[in-house]
């Protein structure tokens, strides 16, 4: 967390210094109310006039700070959390293909969102709250002793009571707040596994079973919350008990001081706040210690060991001039599973090459190996004579181009899913429409290439995103381009013209899987690979 602190150290700094004079007019006006009581009581009504204008100045200047401090604070918590989501995304983005595999997506967008937020609420914020109630804590301290040392001893005696007194309740609040959570994941998981299958239910005429779900696996997590509340209200109970406790014990021997004559009367009417300050801070100083202590594993969590840097090392970043390929007993096992047996296969540059196969002989997986996703394969991959594990990964990209079996289509334009980001003229975009059969049919669109596609593509049907897929694929004109079931989902006429289209691009090794081989094609194919 001291990364994030120290990256805006200037700023945190200031704020700790705005907190420091917080603290200090809080205190001052604490003072402020024993010299008025003393003027009363000599009768000095100038004296008195005077310190009830000064009382109001230092709360106005209190008021002022506390708008000053928290939006300032506000401001800084969100820098930080920022700059944690900036590094949580650079981690996610390095990893390689199984590392990030071996999570669900789900858990990536968890640390995004949910861990950022705890970490923001339990972790940034909480810096600042430790700060405040420690200098409030400091200066009351330093307000006591300069009316007599003992009532420093006495308040921090006291104190022991004030923290230990609310722990009584701790592990009954701890199992409350266990159960709580717990019931809560169950209530998300339940809701969620009913909505997810809202397509089914609806199908049967039956999402009527969503609301009486939602109802029945609902009470469970509000009964814990109700169980939750009342043992915090007991606990926040015993706290204000010993709290008011305390503070009465300081008022009576504060009095006990000013009738010994030492200490003046008026600290009678500070000394109980003065003494509630240290109490409150030395009992919260602990509890949220330990939760910024408790962060620690999220932040251990994201360091996944990733050299971000990795993509920008002095790597070749020029795409490979000759990129024939070379399988040389390329196998792969998924743990004791073959997924691919041996093969050997030259493919020559630009050649258009169709591998088929029964289903689970291993096609996509060897497309898989081609496009840099596995690495781990047995045997040798060279493209332009080089092993393709000792290709950087923008090498590679440069040169090789991968298009899915079931291509994903992000919530945006037609021309945010095939450019992703990246420059491209309208020429070069409309010309990959062209070679994937869609450009009638985007010209066809209200908004050309900045129609929307919808969510996941659902204003498309699924030939149009597979061609969408293709063109963005075709878009990035690479010299080997992979296709896995590239026009599964279009008709046997458009598959076949698609299909013809590929493997009459001039300056392309074109390697294409698919189950079912279309006889049209058949004089276009310079190799025709059946995996067994
Ligand atoms: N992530 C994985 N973990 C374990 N086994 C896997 C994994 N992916 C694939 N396999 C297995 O590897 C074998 C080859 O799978 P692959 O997807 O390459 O076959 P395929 O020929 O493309 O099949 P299909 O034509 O049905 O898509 C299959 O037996 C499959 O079950």
């Known amino acids: 967390?001291?990364?994030?602190?120290?990256?805006?150290?200037?700023?945190?700094?200031?704020?700790?210094?705005?907190?420091?004079?917080?603290?200090?007019?809080?205190?001052?006006?604490?003072?402020?109310?024993?010299?008025?009581?003393?003027?009363?009581?000599?009768?000095?009504?100038?004296?008195?006039?005077?310190?009830?204008?000064?009382?109001?100045?230092?709360?106005?200047?209190?008021?002022?700070?506390?708008?000053?401090?928290?939006?300032?604070?506000?401001?800084?918590?969100?820098?930080?959390?920022?700059?944690?989501?900036?590094?949580?995304?650079?981690?996610?983005?390095?990893?390689?293909?199984?590392?990030?595999?071996?999570?669900?997506?789900?858990?990536?967008?968890?640390?995004?969102?949910?861990?950022?937020?705890?970490?923001?609420?339990?972790?940034?914020?909480?810096?600042?709250?430790?700060?405040?109630?420690?200098?409030?804590?400091?200066?009351?301290?330093?307000?006591?002793?300069?009316?007599?040392?003992?009532?420093?001893?006495?308040t921090l005696l006291l104190s022991v009571v004030t923290i230990f007194a609310p722990q009584l309740m701790q592990k009954k609040l701890k199992k409350a707040s266990v159960e709580t959570s717990q019931a809560n994941e169950n209530f998300a998981a339940s809701v969620n596994d009913t909505l997810h299958g809202f397509d089914t239910l609806f199908a049967y005429n039956l999402t009527q079973r969503i609301i009486n779900h939602v109802d029945k696996s609902g009470r469970l997590p509000q009964t814990k919350k109700v169980q939750l509340g009342r043992t915090q209200a007991a606990a926040t109970s015993i706290g204000v008990l010993a709290n008011a406790g305390s503070q009465l014990i300081t008022i009576a021997w504060t009095g006990a001081l000013a009738l010994a004559r030492l200490t003046p009367i008026g600290s009678i009417l500070s000394t109980g706040a003065l003494a509630s300050n240290v109490f409150n801070g030395l009992a919260n100083l602990g509890p949220t210690l330990t939760s910024v202590k408790s962060l620690n594993p999220l932040f251990a969590k994201y360091h996944l060991g990733v050299d971000t840097s990795l993509n920008t090392s002095n790597q070749s970043t020029k795409s490979l001039a000759d990129a024939t390929i070379n399988l040389t007993n390329l196998s792969y096992r998924y743990q004791d599973k073959i997924a691919l047996k041996p093969v050997s296969i030259k493919l020559p540059l630009n050649s258009k090459v169709?591998?088929?196969?029964?289903?689970?002989?291993?096609?996509?997986?060897?497309?898989?190996?081609?496009?840099?996703?596995?690495?781990?394969?047995?045997?040798?991959?060279?493209?332009?004579?080089?092993?393709?594990?000792?290709?950087?990964?923008?090498?590679?990209?440069k040169t090789i181009t991968y298009v899915d079996q079931i291509p994903y289509i992000f919530n945006g334009t037609i021309r945010d899913n095939l450019t992703l980001g990246e420059k491209f003229s309208d020429d070069a975009i409309f010309q990959a429409l062209k070679r994937s059969d869609l450009f009638d049919f985007v010209m066809a669109q209200k908004q050309g290439l900045d129609s929307s596609v919808g969510e996941k593509g659902q204003l498309f049907s699924g030939g149009q995103r597979q061609r969408l897929a293709l063109a963005r694929g075709l878009l990035r004109n690479p010299q080997i381009l992979l296709v896995d079931e590239g026009t599964n989902s279009l008709k046997s006429e458009s598959a076949i013209q698609v299909e013809k289209q590929f493997l009459s691009l001039q300056d392309m090794t074109v390697i294409f899987v698919t189950h079912q081989l279309h006889e049209e094609i058949r004089p276009e194919i310079d190799q025709l690979i059946t995996l067994a």
């Open 354 to 397: 169709i591998i088929t196969g029964e289903s689970g002989a291993g096609k996509s997986t060897l497309l898989n190996i081609l496009a840099g996703k596995l690495l781990n394969y047995s045997g040798s991959v060279k493209i332009a004579g080089q092993e393709l594990k000792d290709l950087s990964s923008e090498q590679l990209r």
């Open 1 to 154: 967390m001291s990364k994030y602190l120290k990256e805006q150290w200037a700023w945190t700094l200031f704020c700790v210094f705005l907190i420091a004079l917080m603290s200090g007019s809080k205190v001052a006006a604490a003072l402020i109310n024993t010299y008025l009581l003393n003027s009363l009581i000599s009768f000095q009504r100038n004296r008195f006039l005077l310190l009830v204008g000064l009382a109001i100045l230092t709360w106005v200047i209190f008021a002022f700070l506390i708008y000053v401090v928290y939006s300032l604070r506000a401001r800084l918590v969100q820098k930080m959390s920022l700059s944690l989501r900036h590094d949580i995304s650079q981690q996610i983005s390095g990893l390689p293909y199984s590392r990030f595999h071996a999570k669900n997506s789900d858990d990536y967008s968890s640390w995004l969102m949910n861990d950022v937020t705890m970490i923001e609420n339990g972790g940034f914020s909480v810096f600042f709250d430790i700060i405040s109630v420690s200098l409030d804590a400091i200066f009351s301290i330093i307000a006591l002793l300069s009316f007599h040392w003992s009532l420093v001893v006495l």
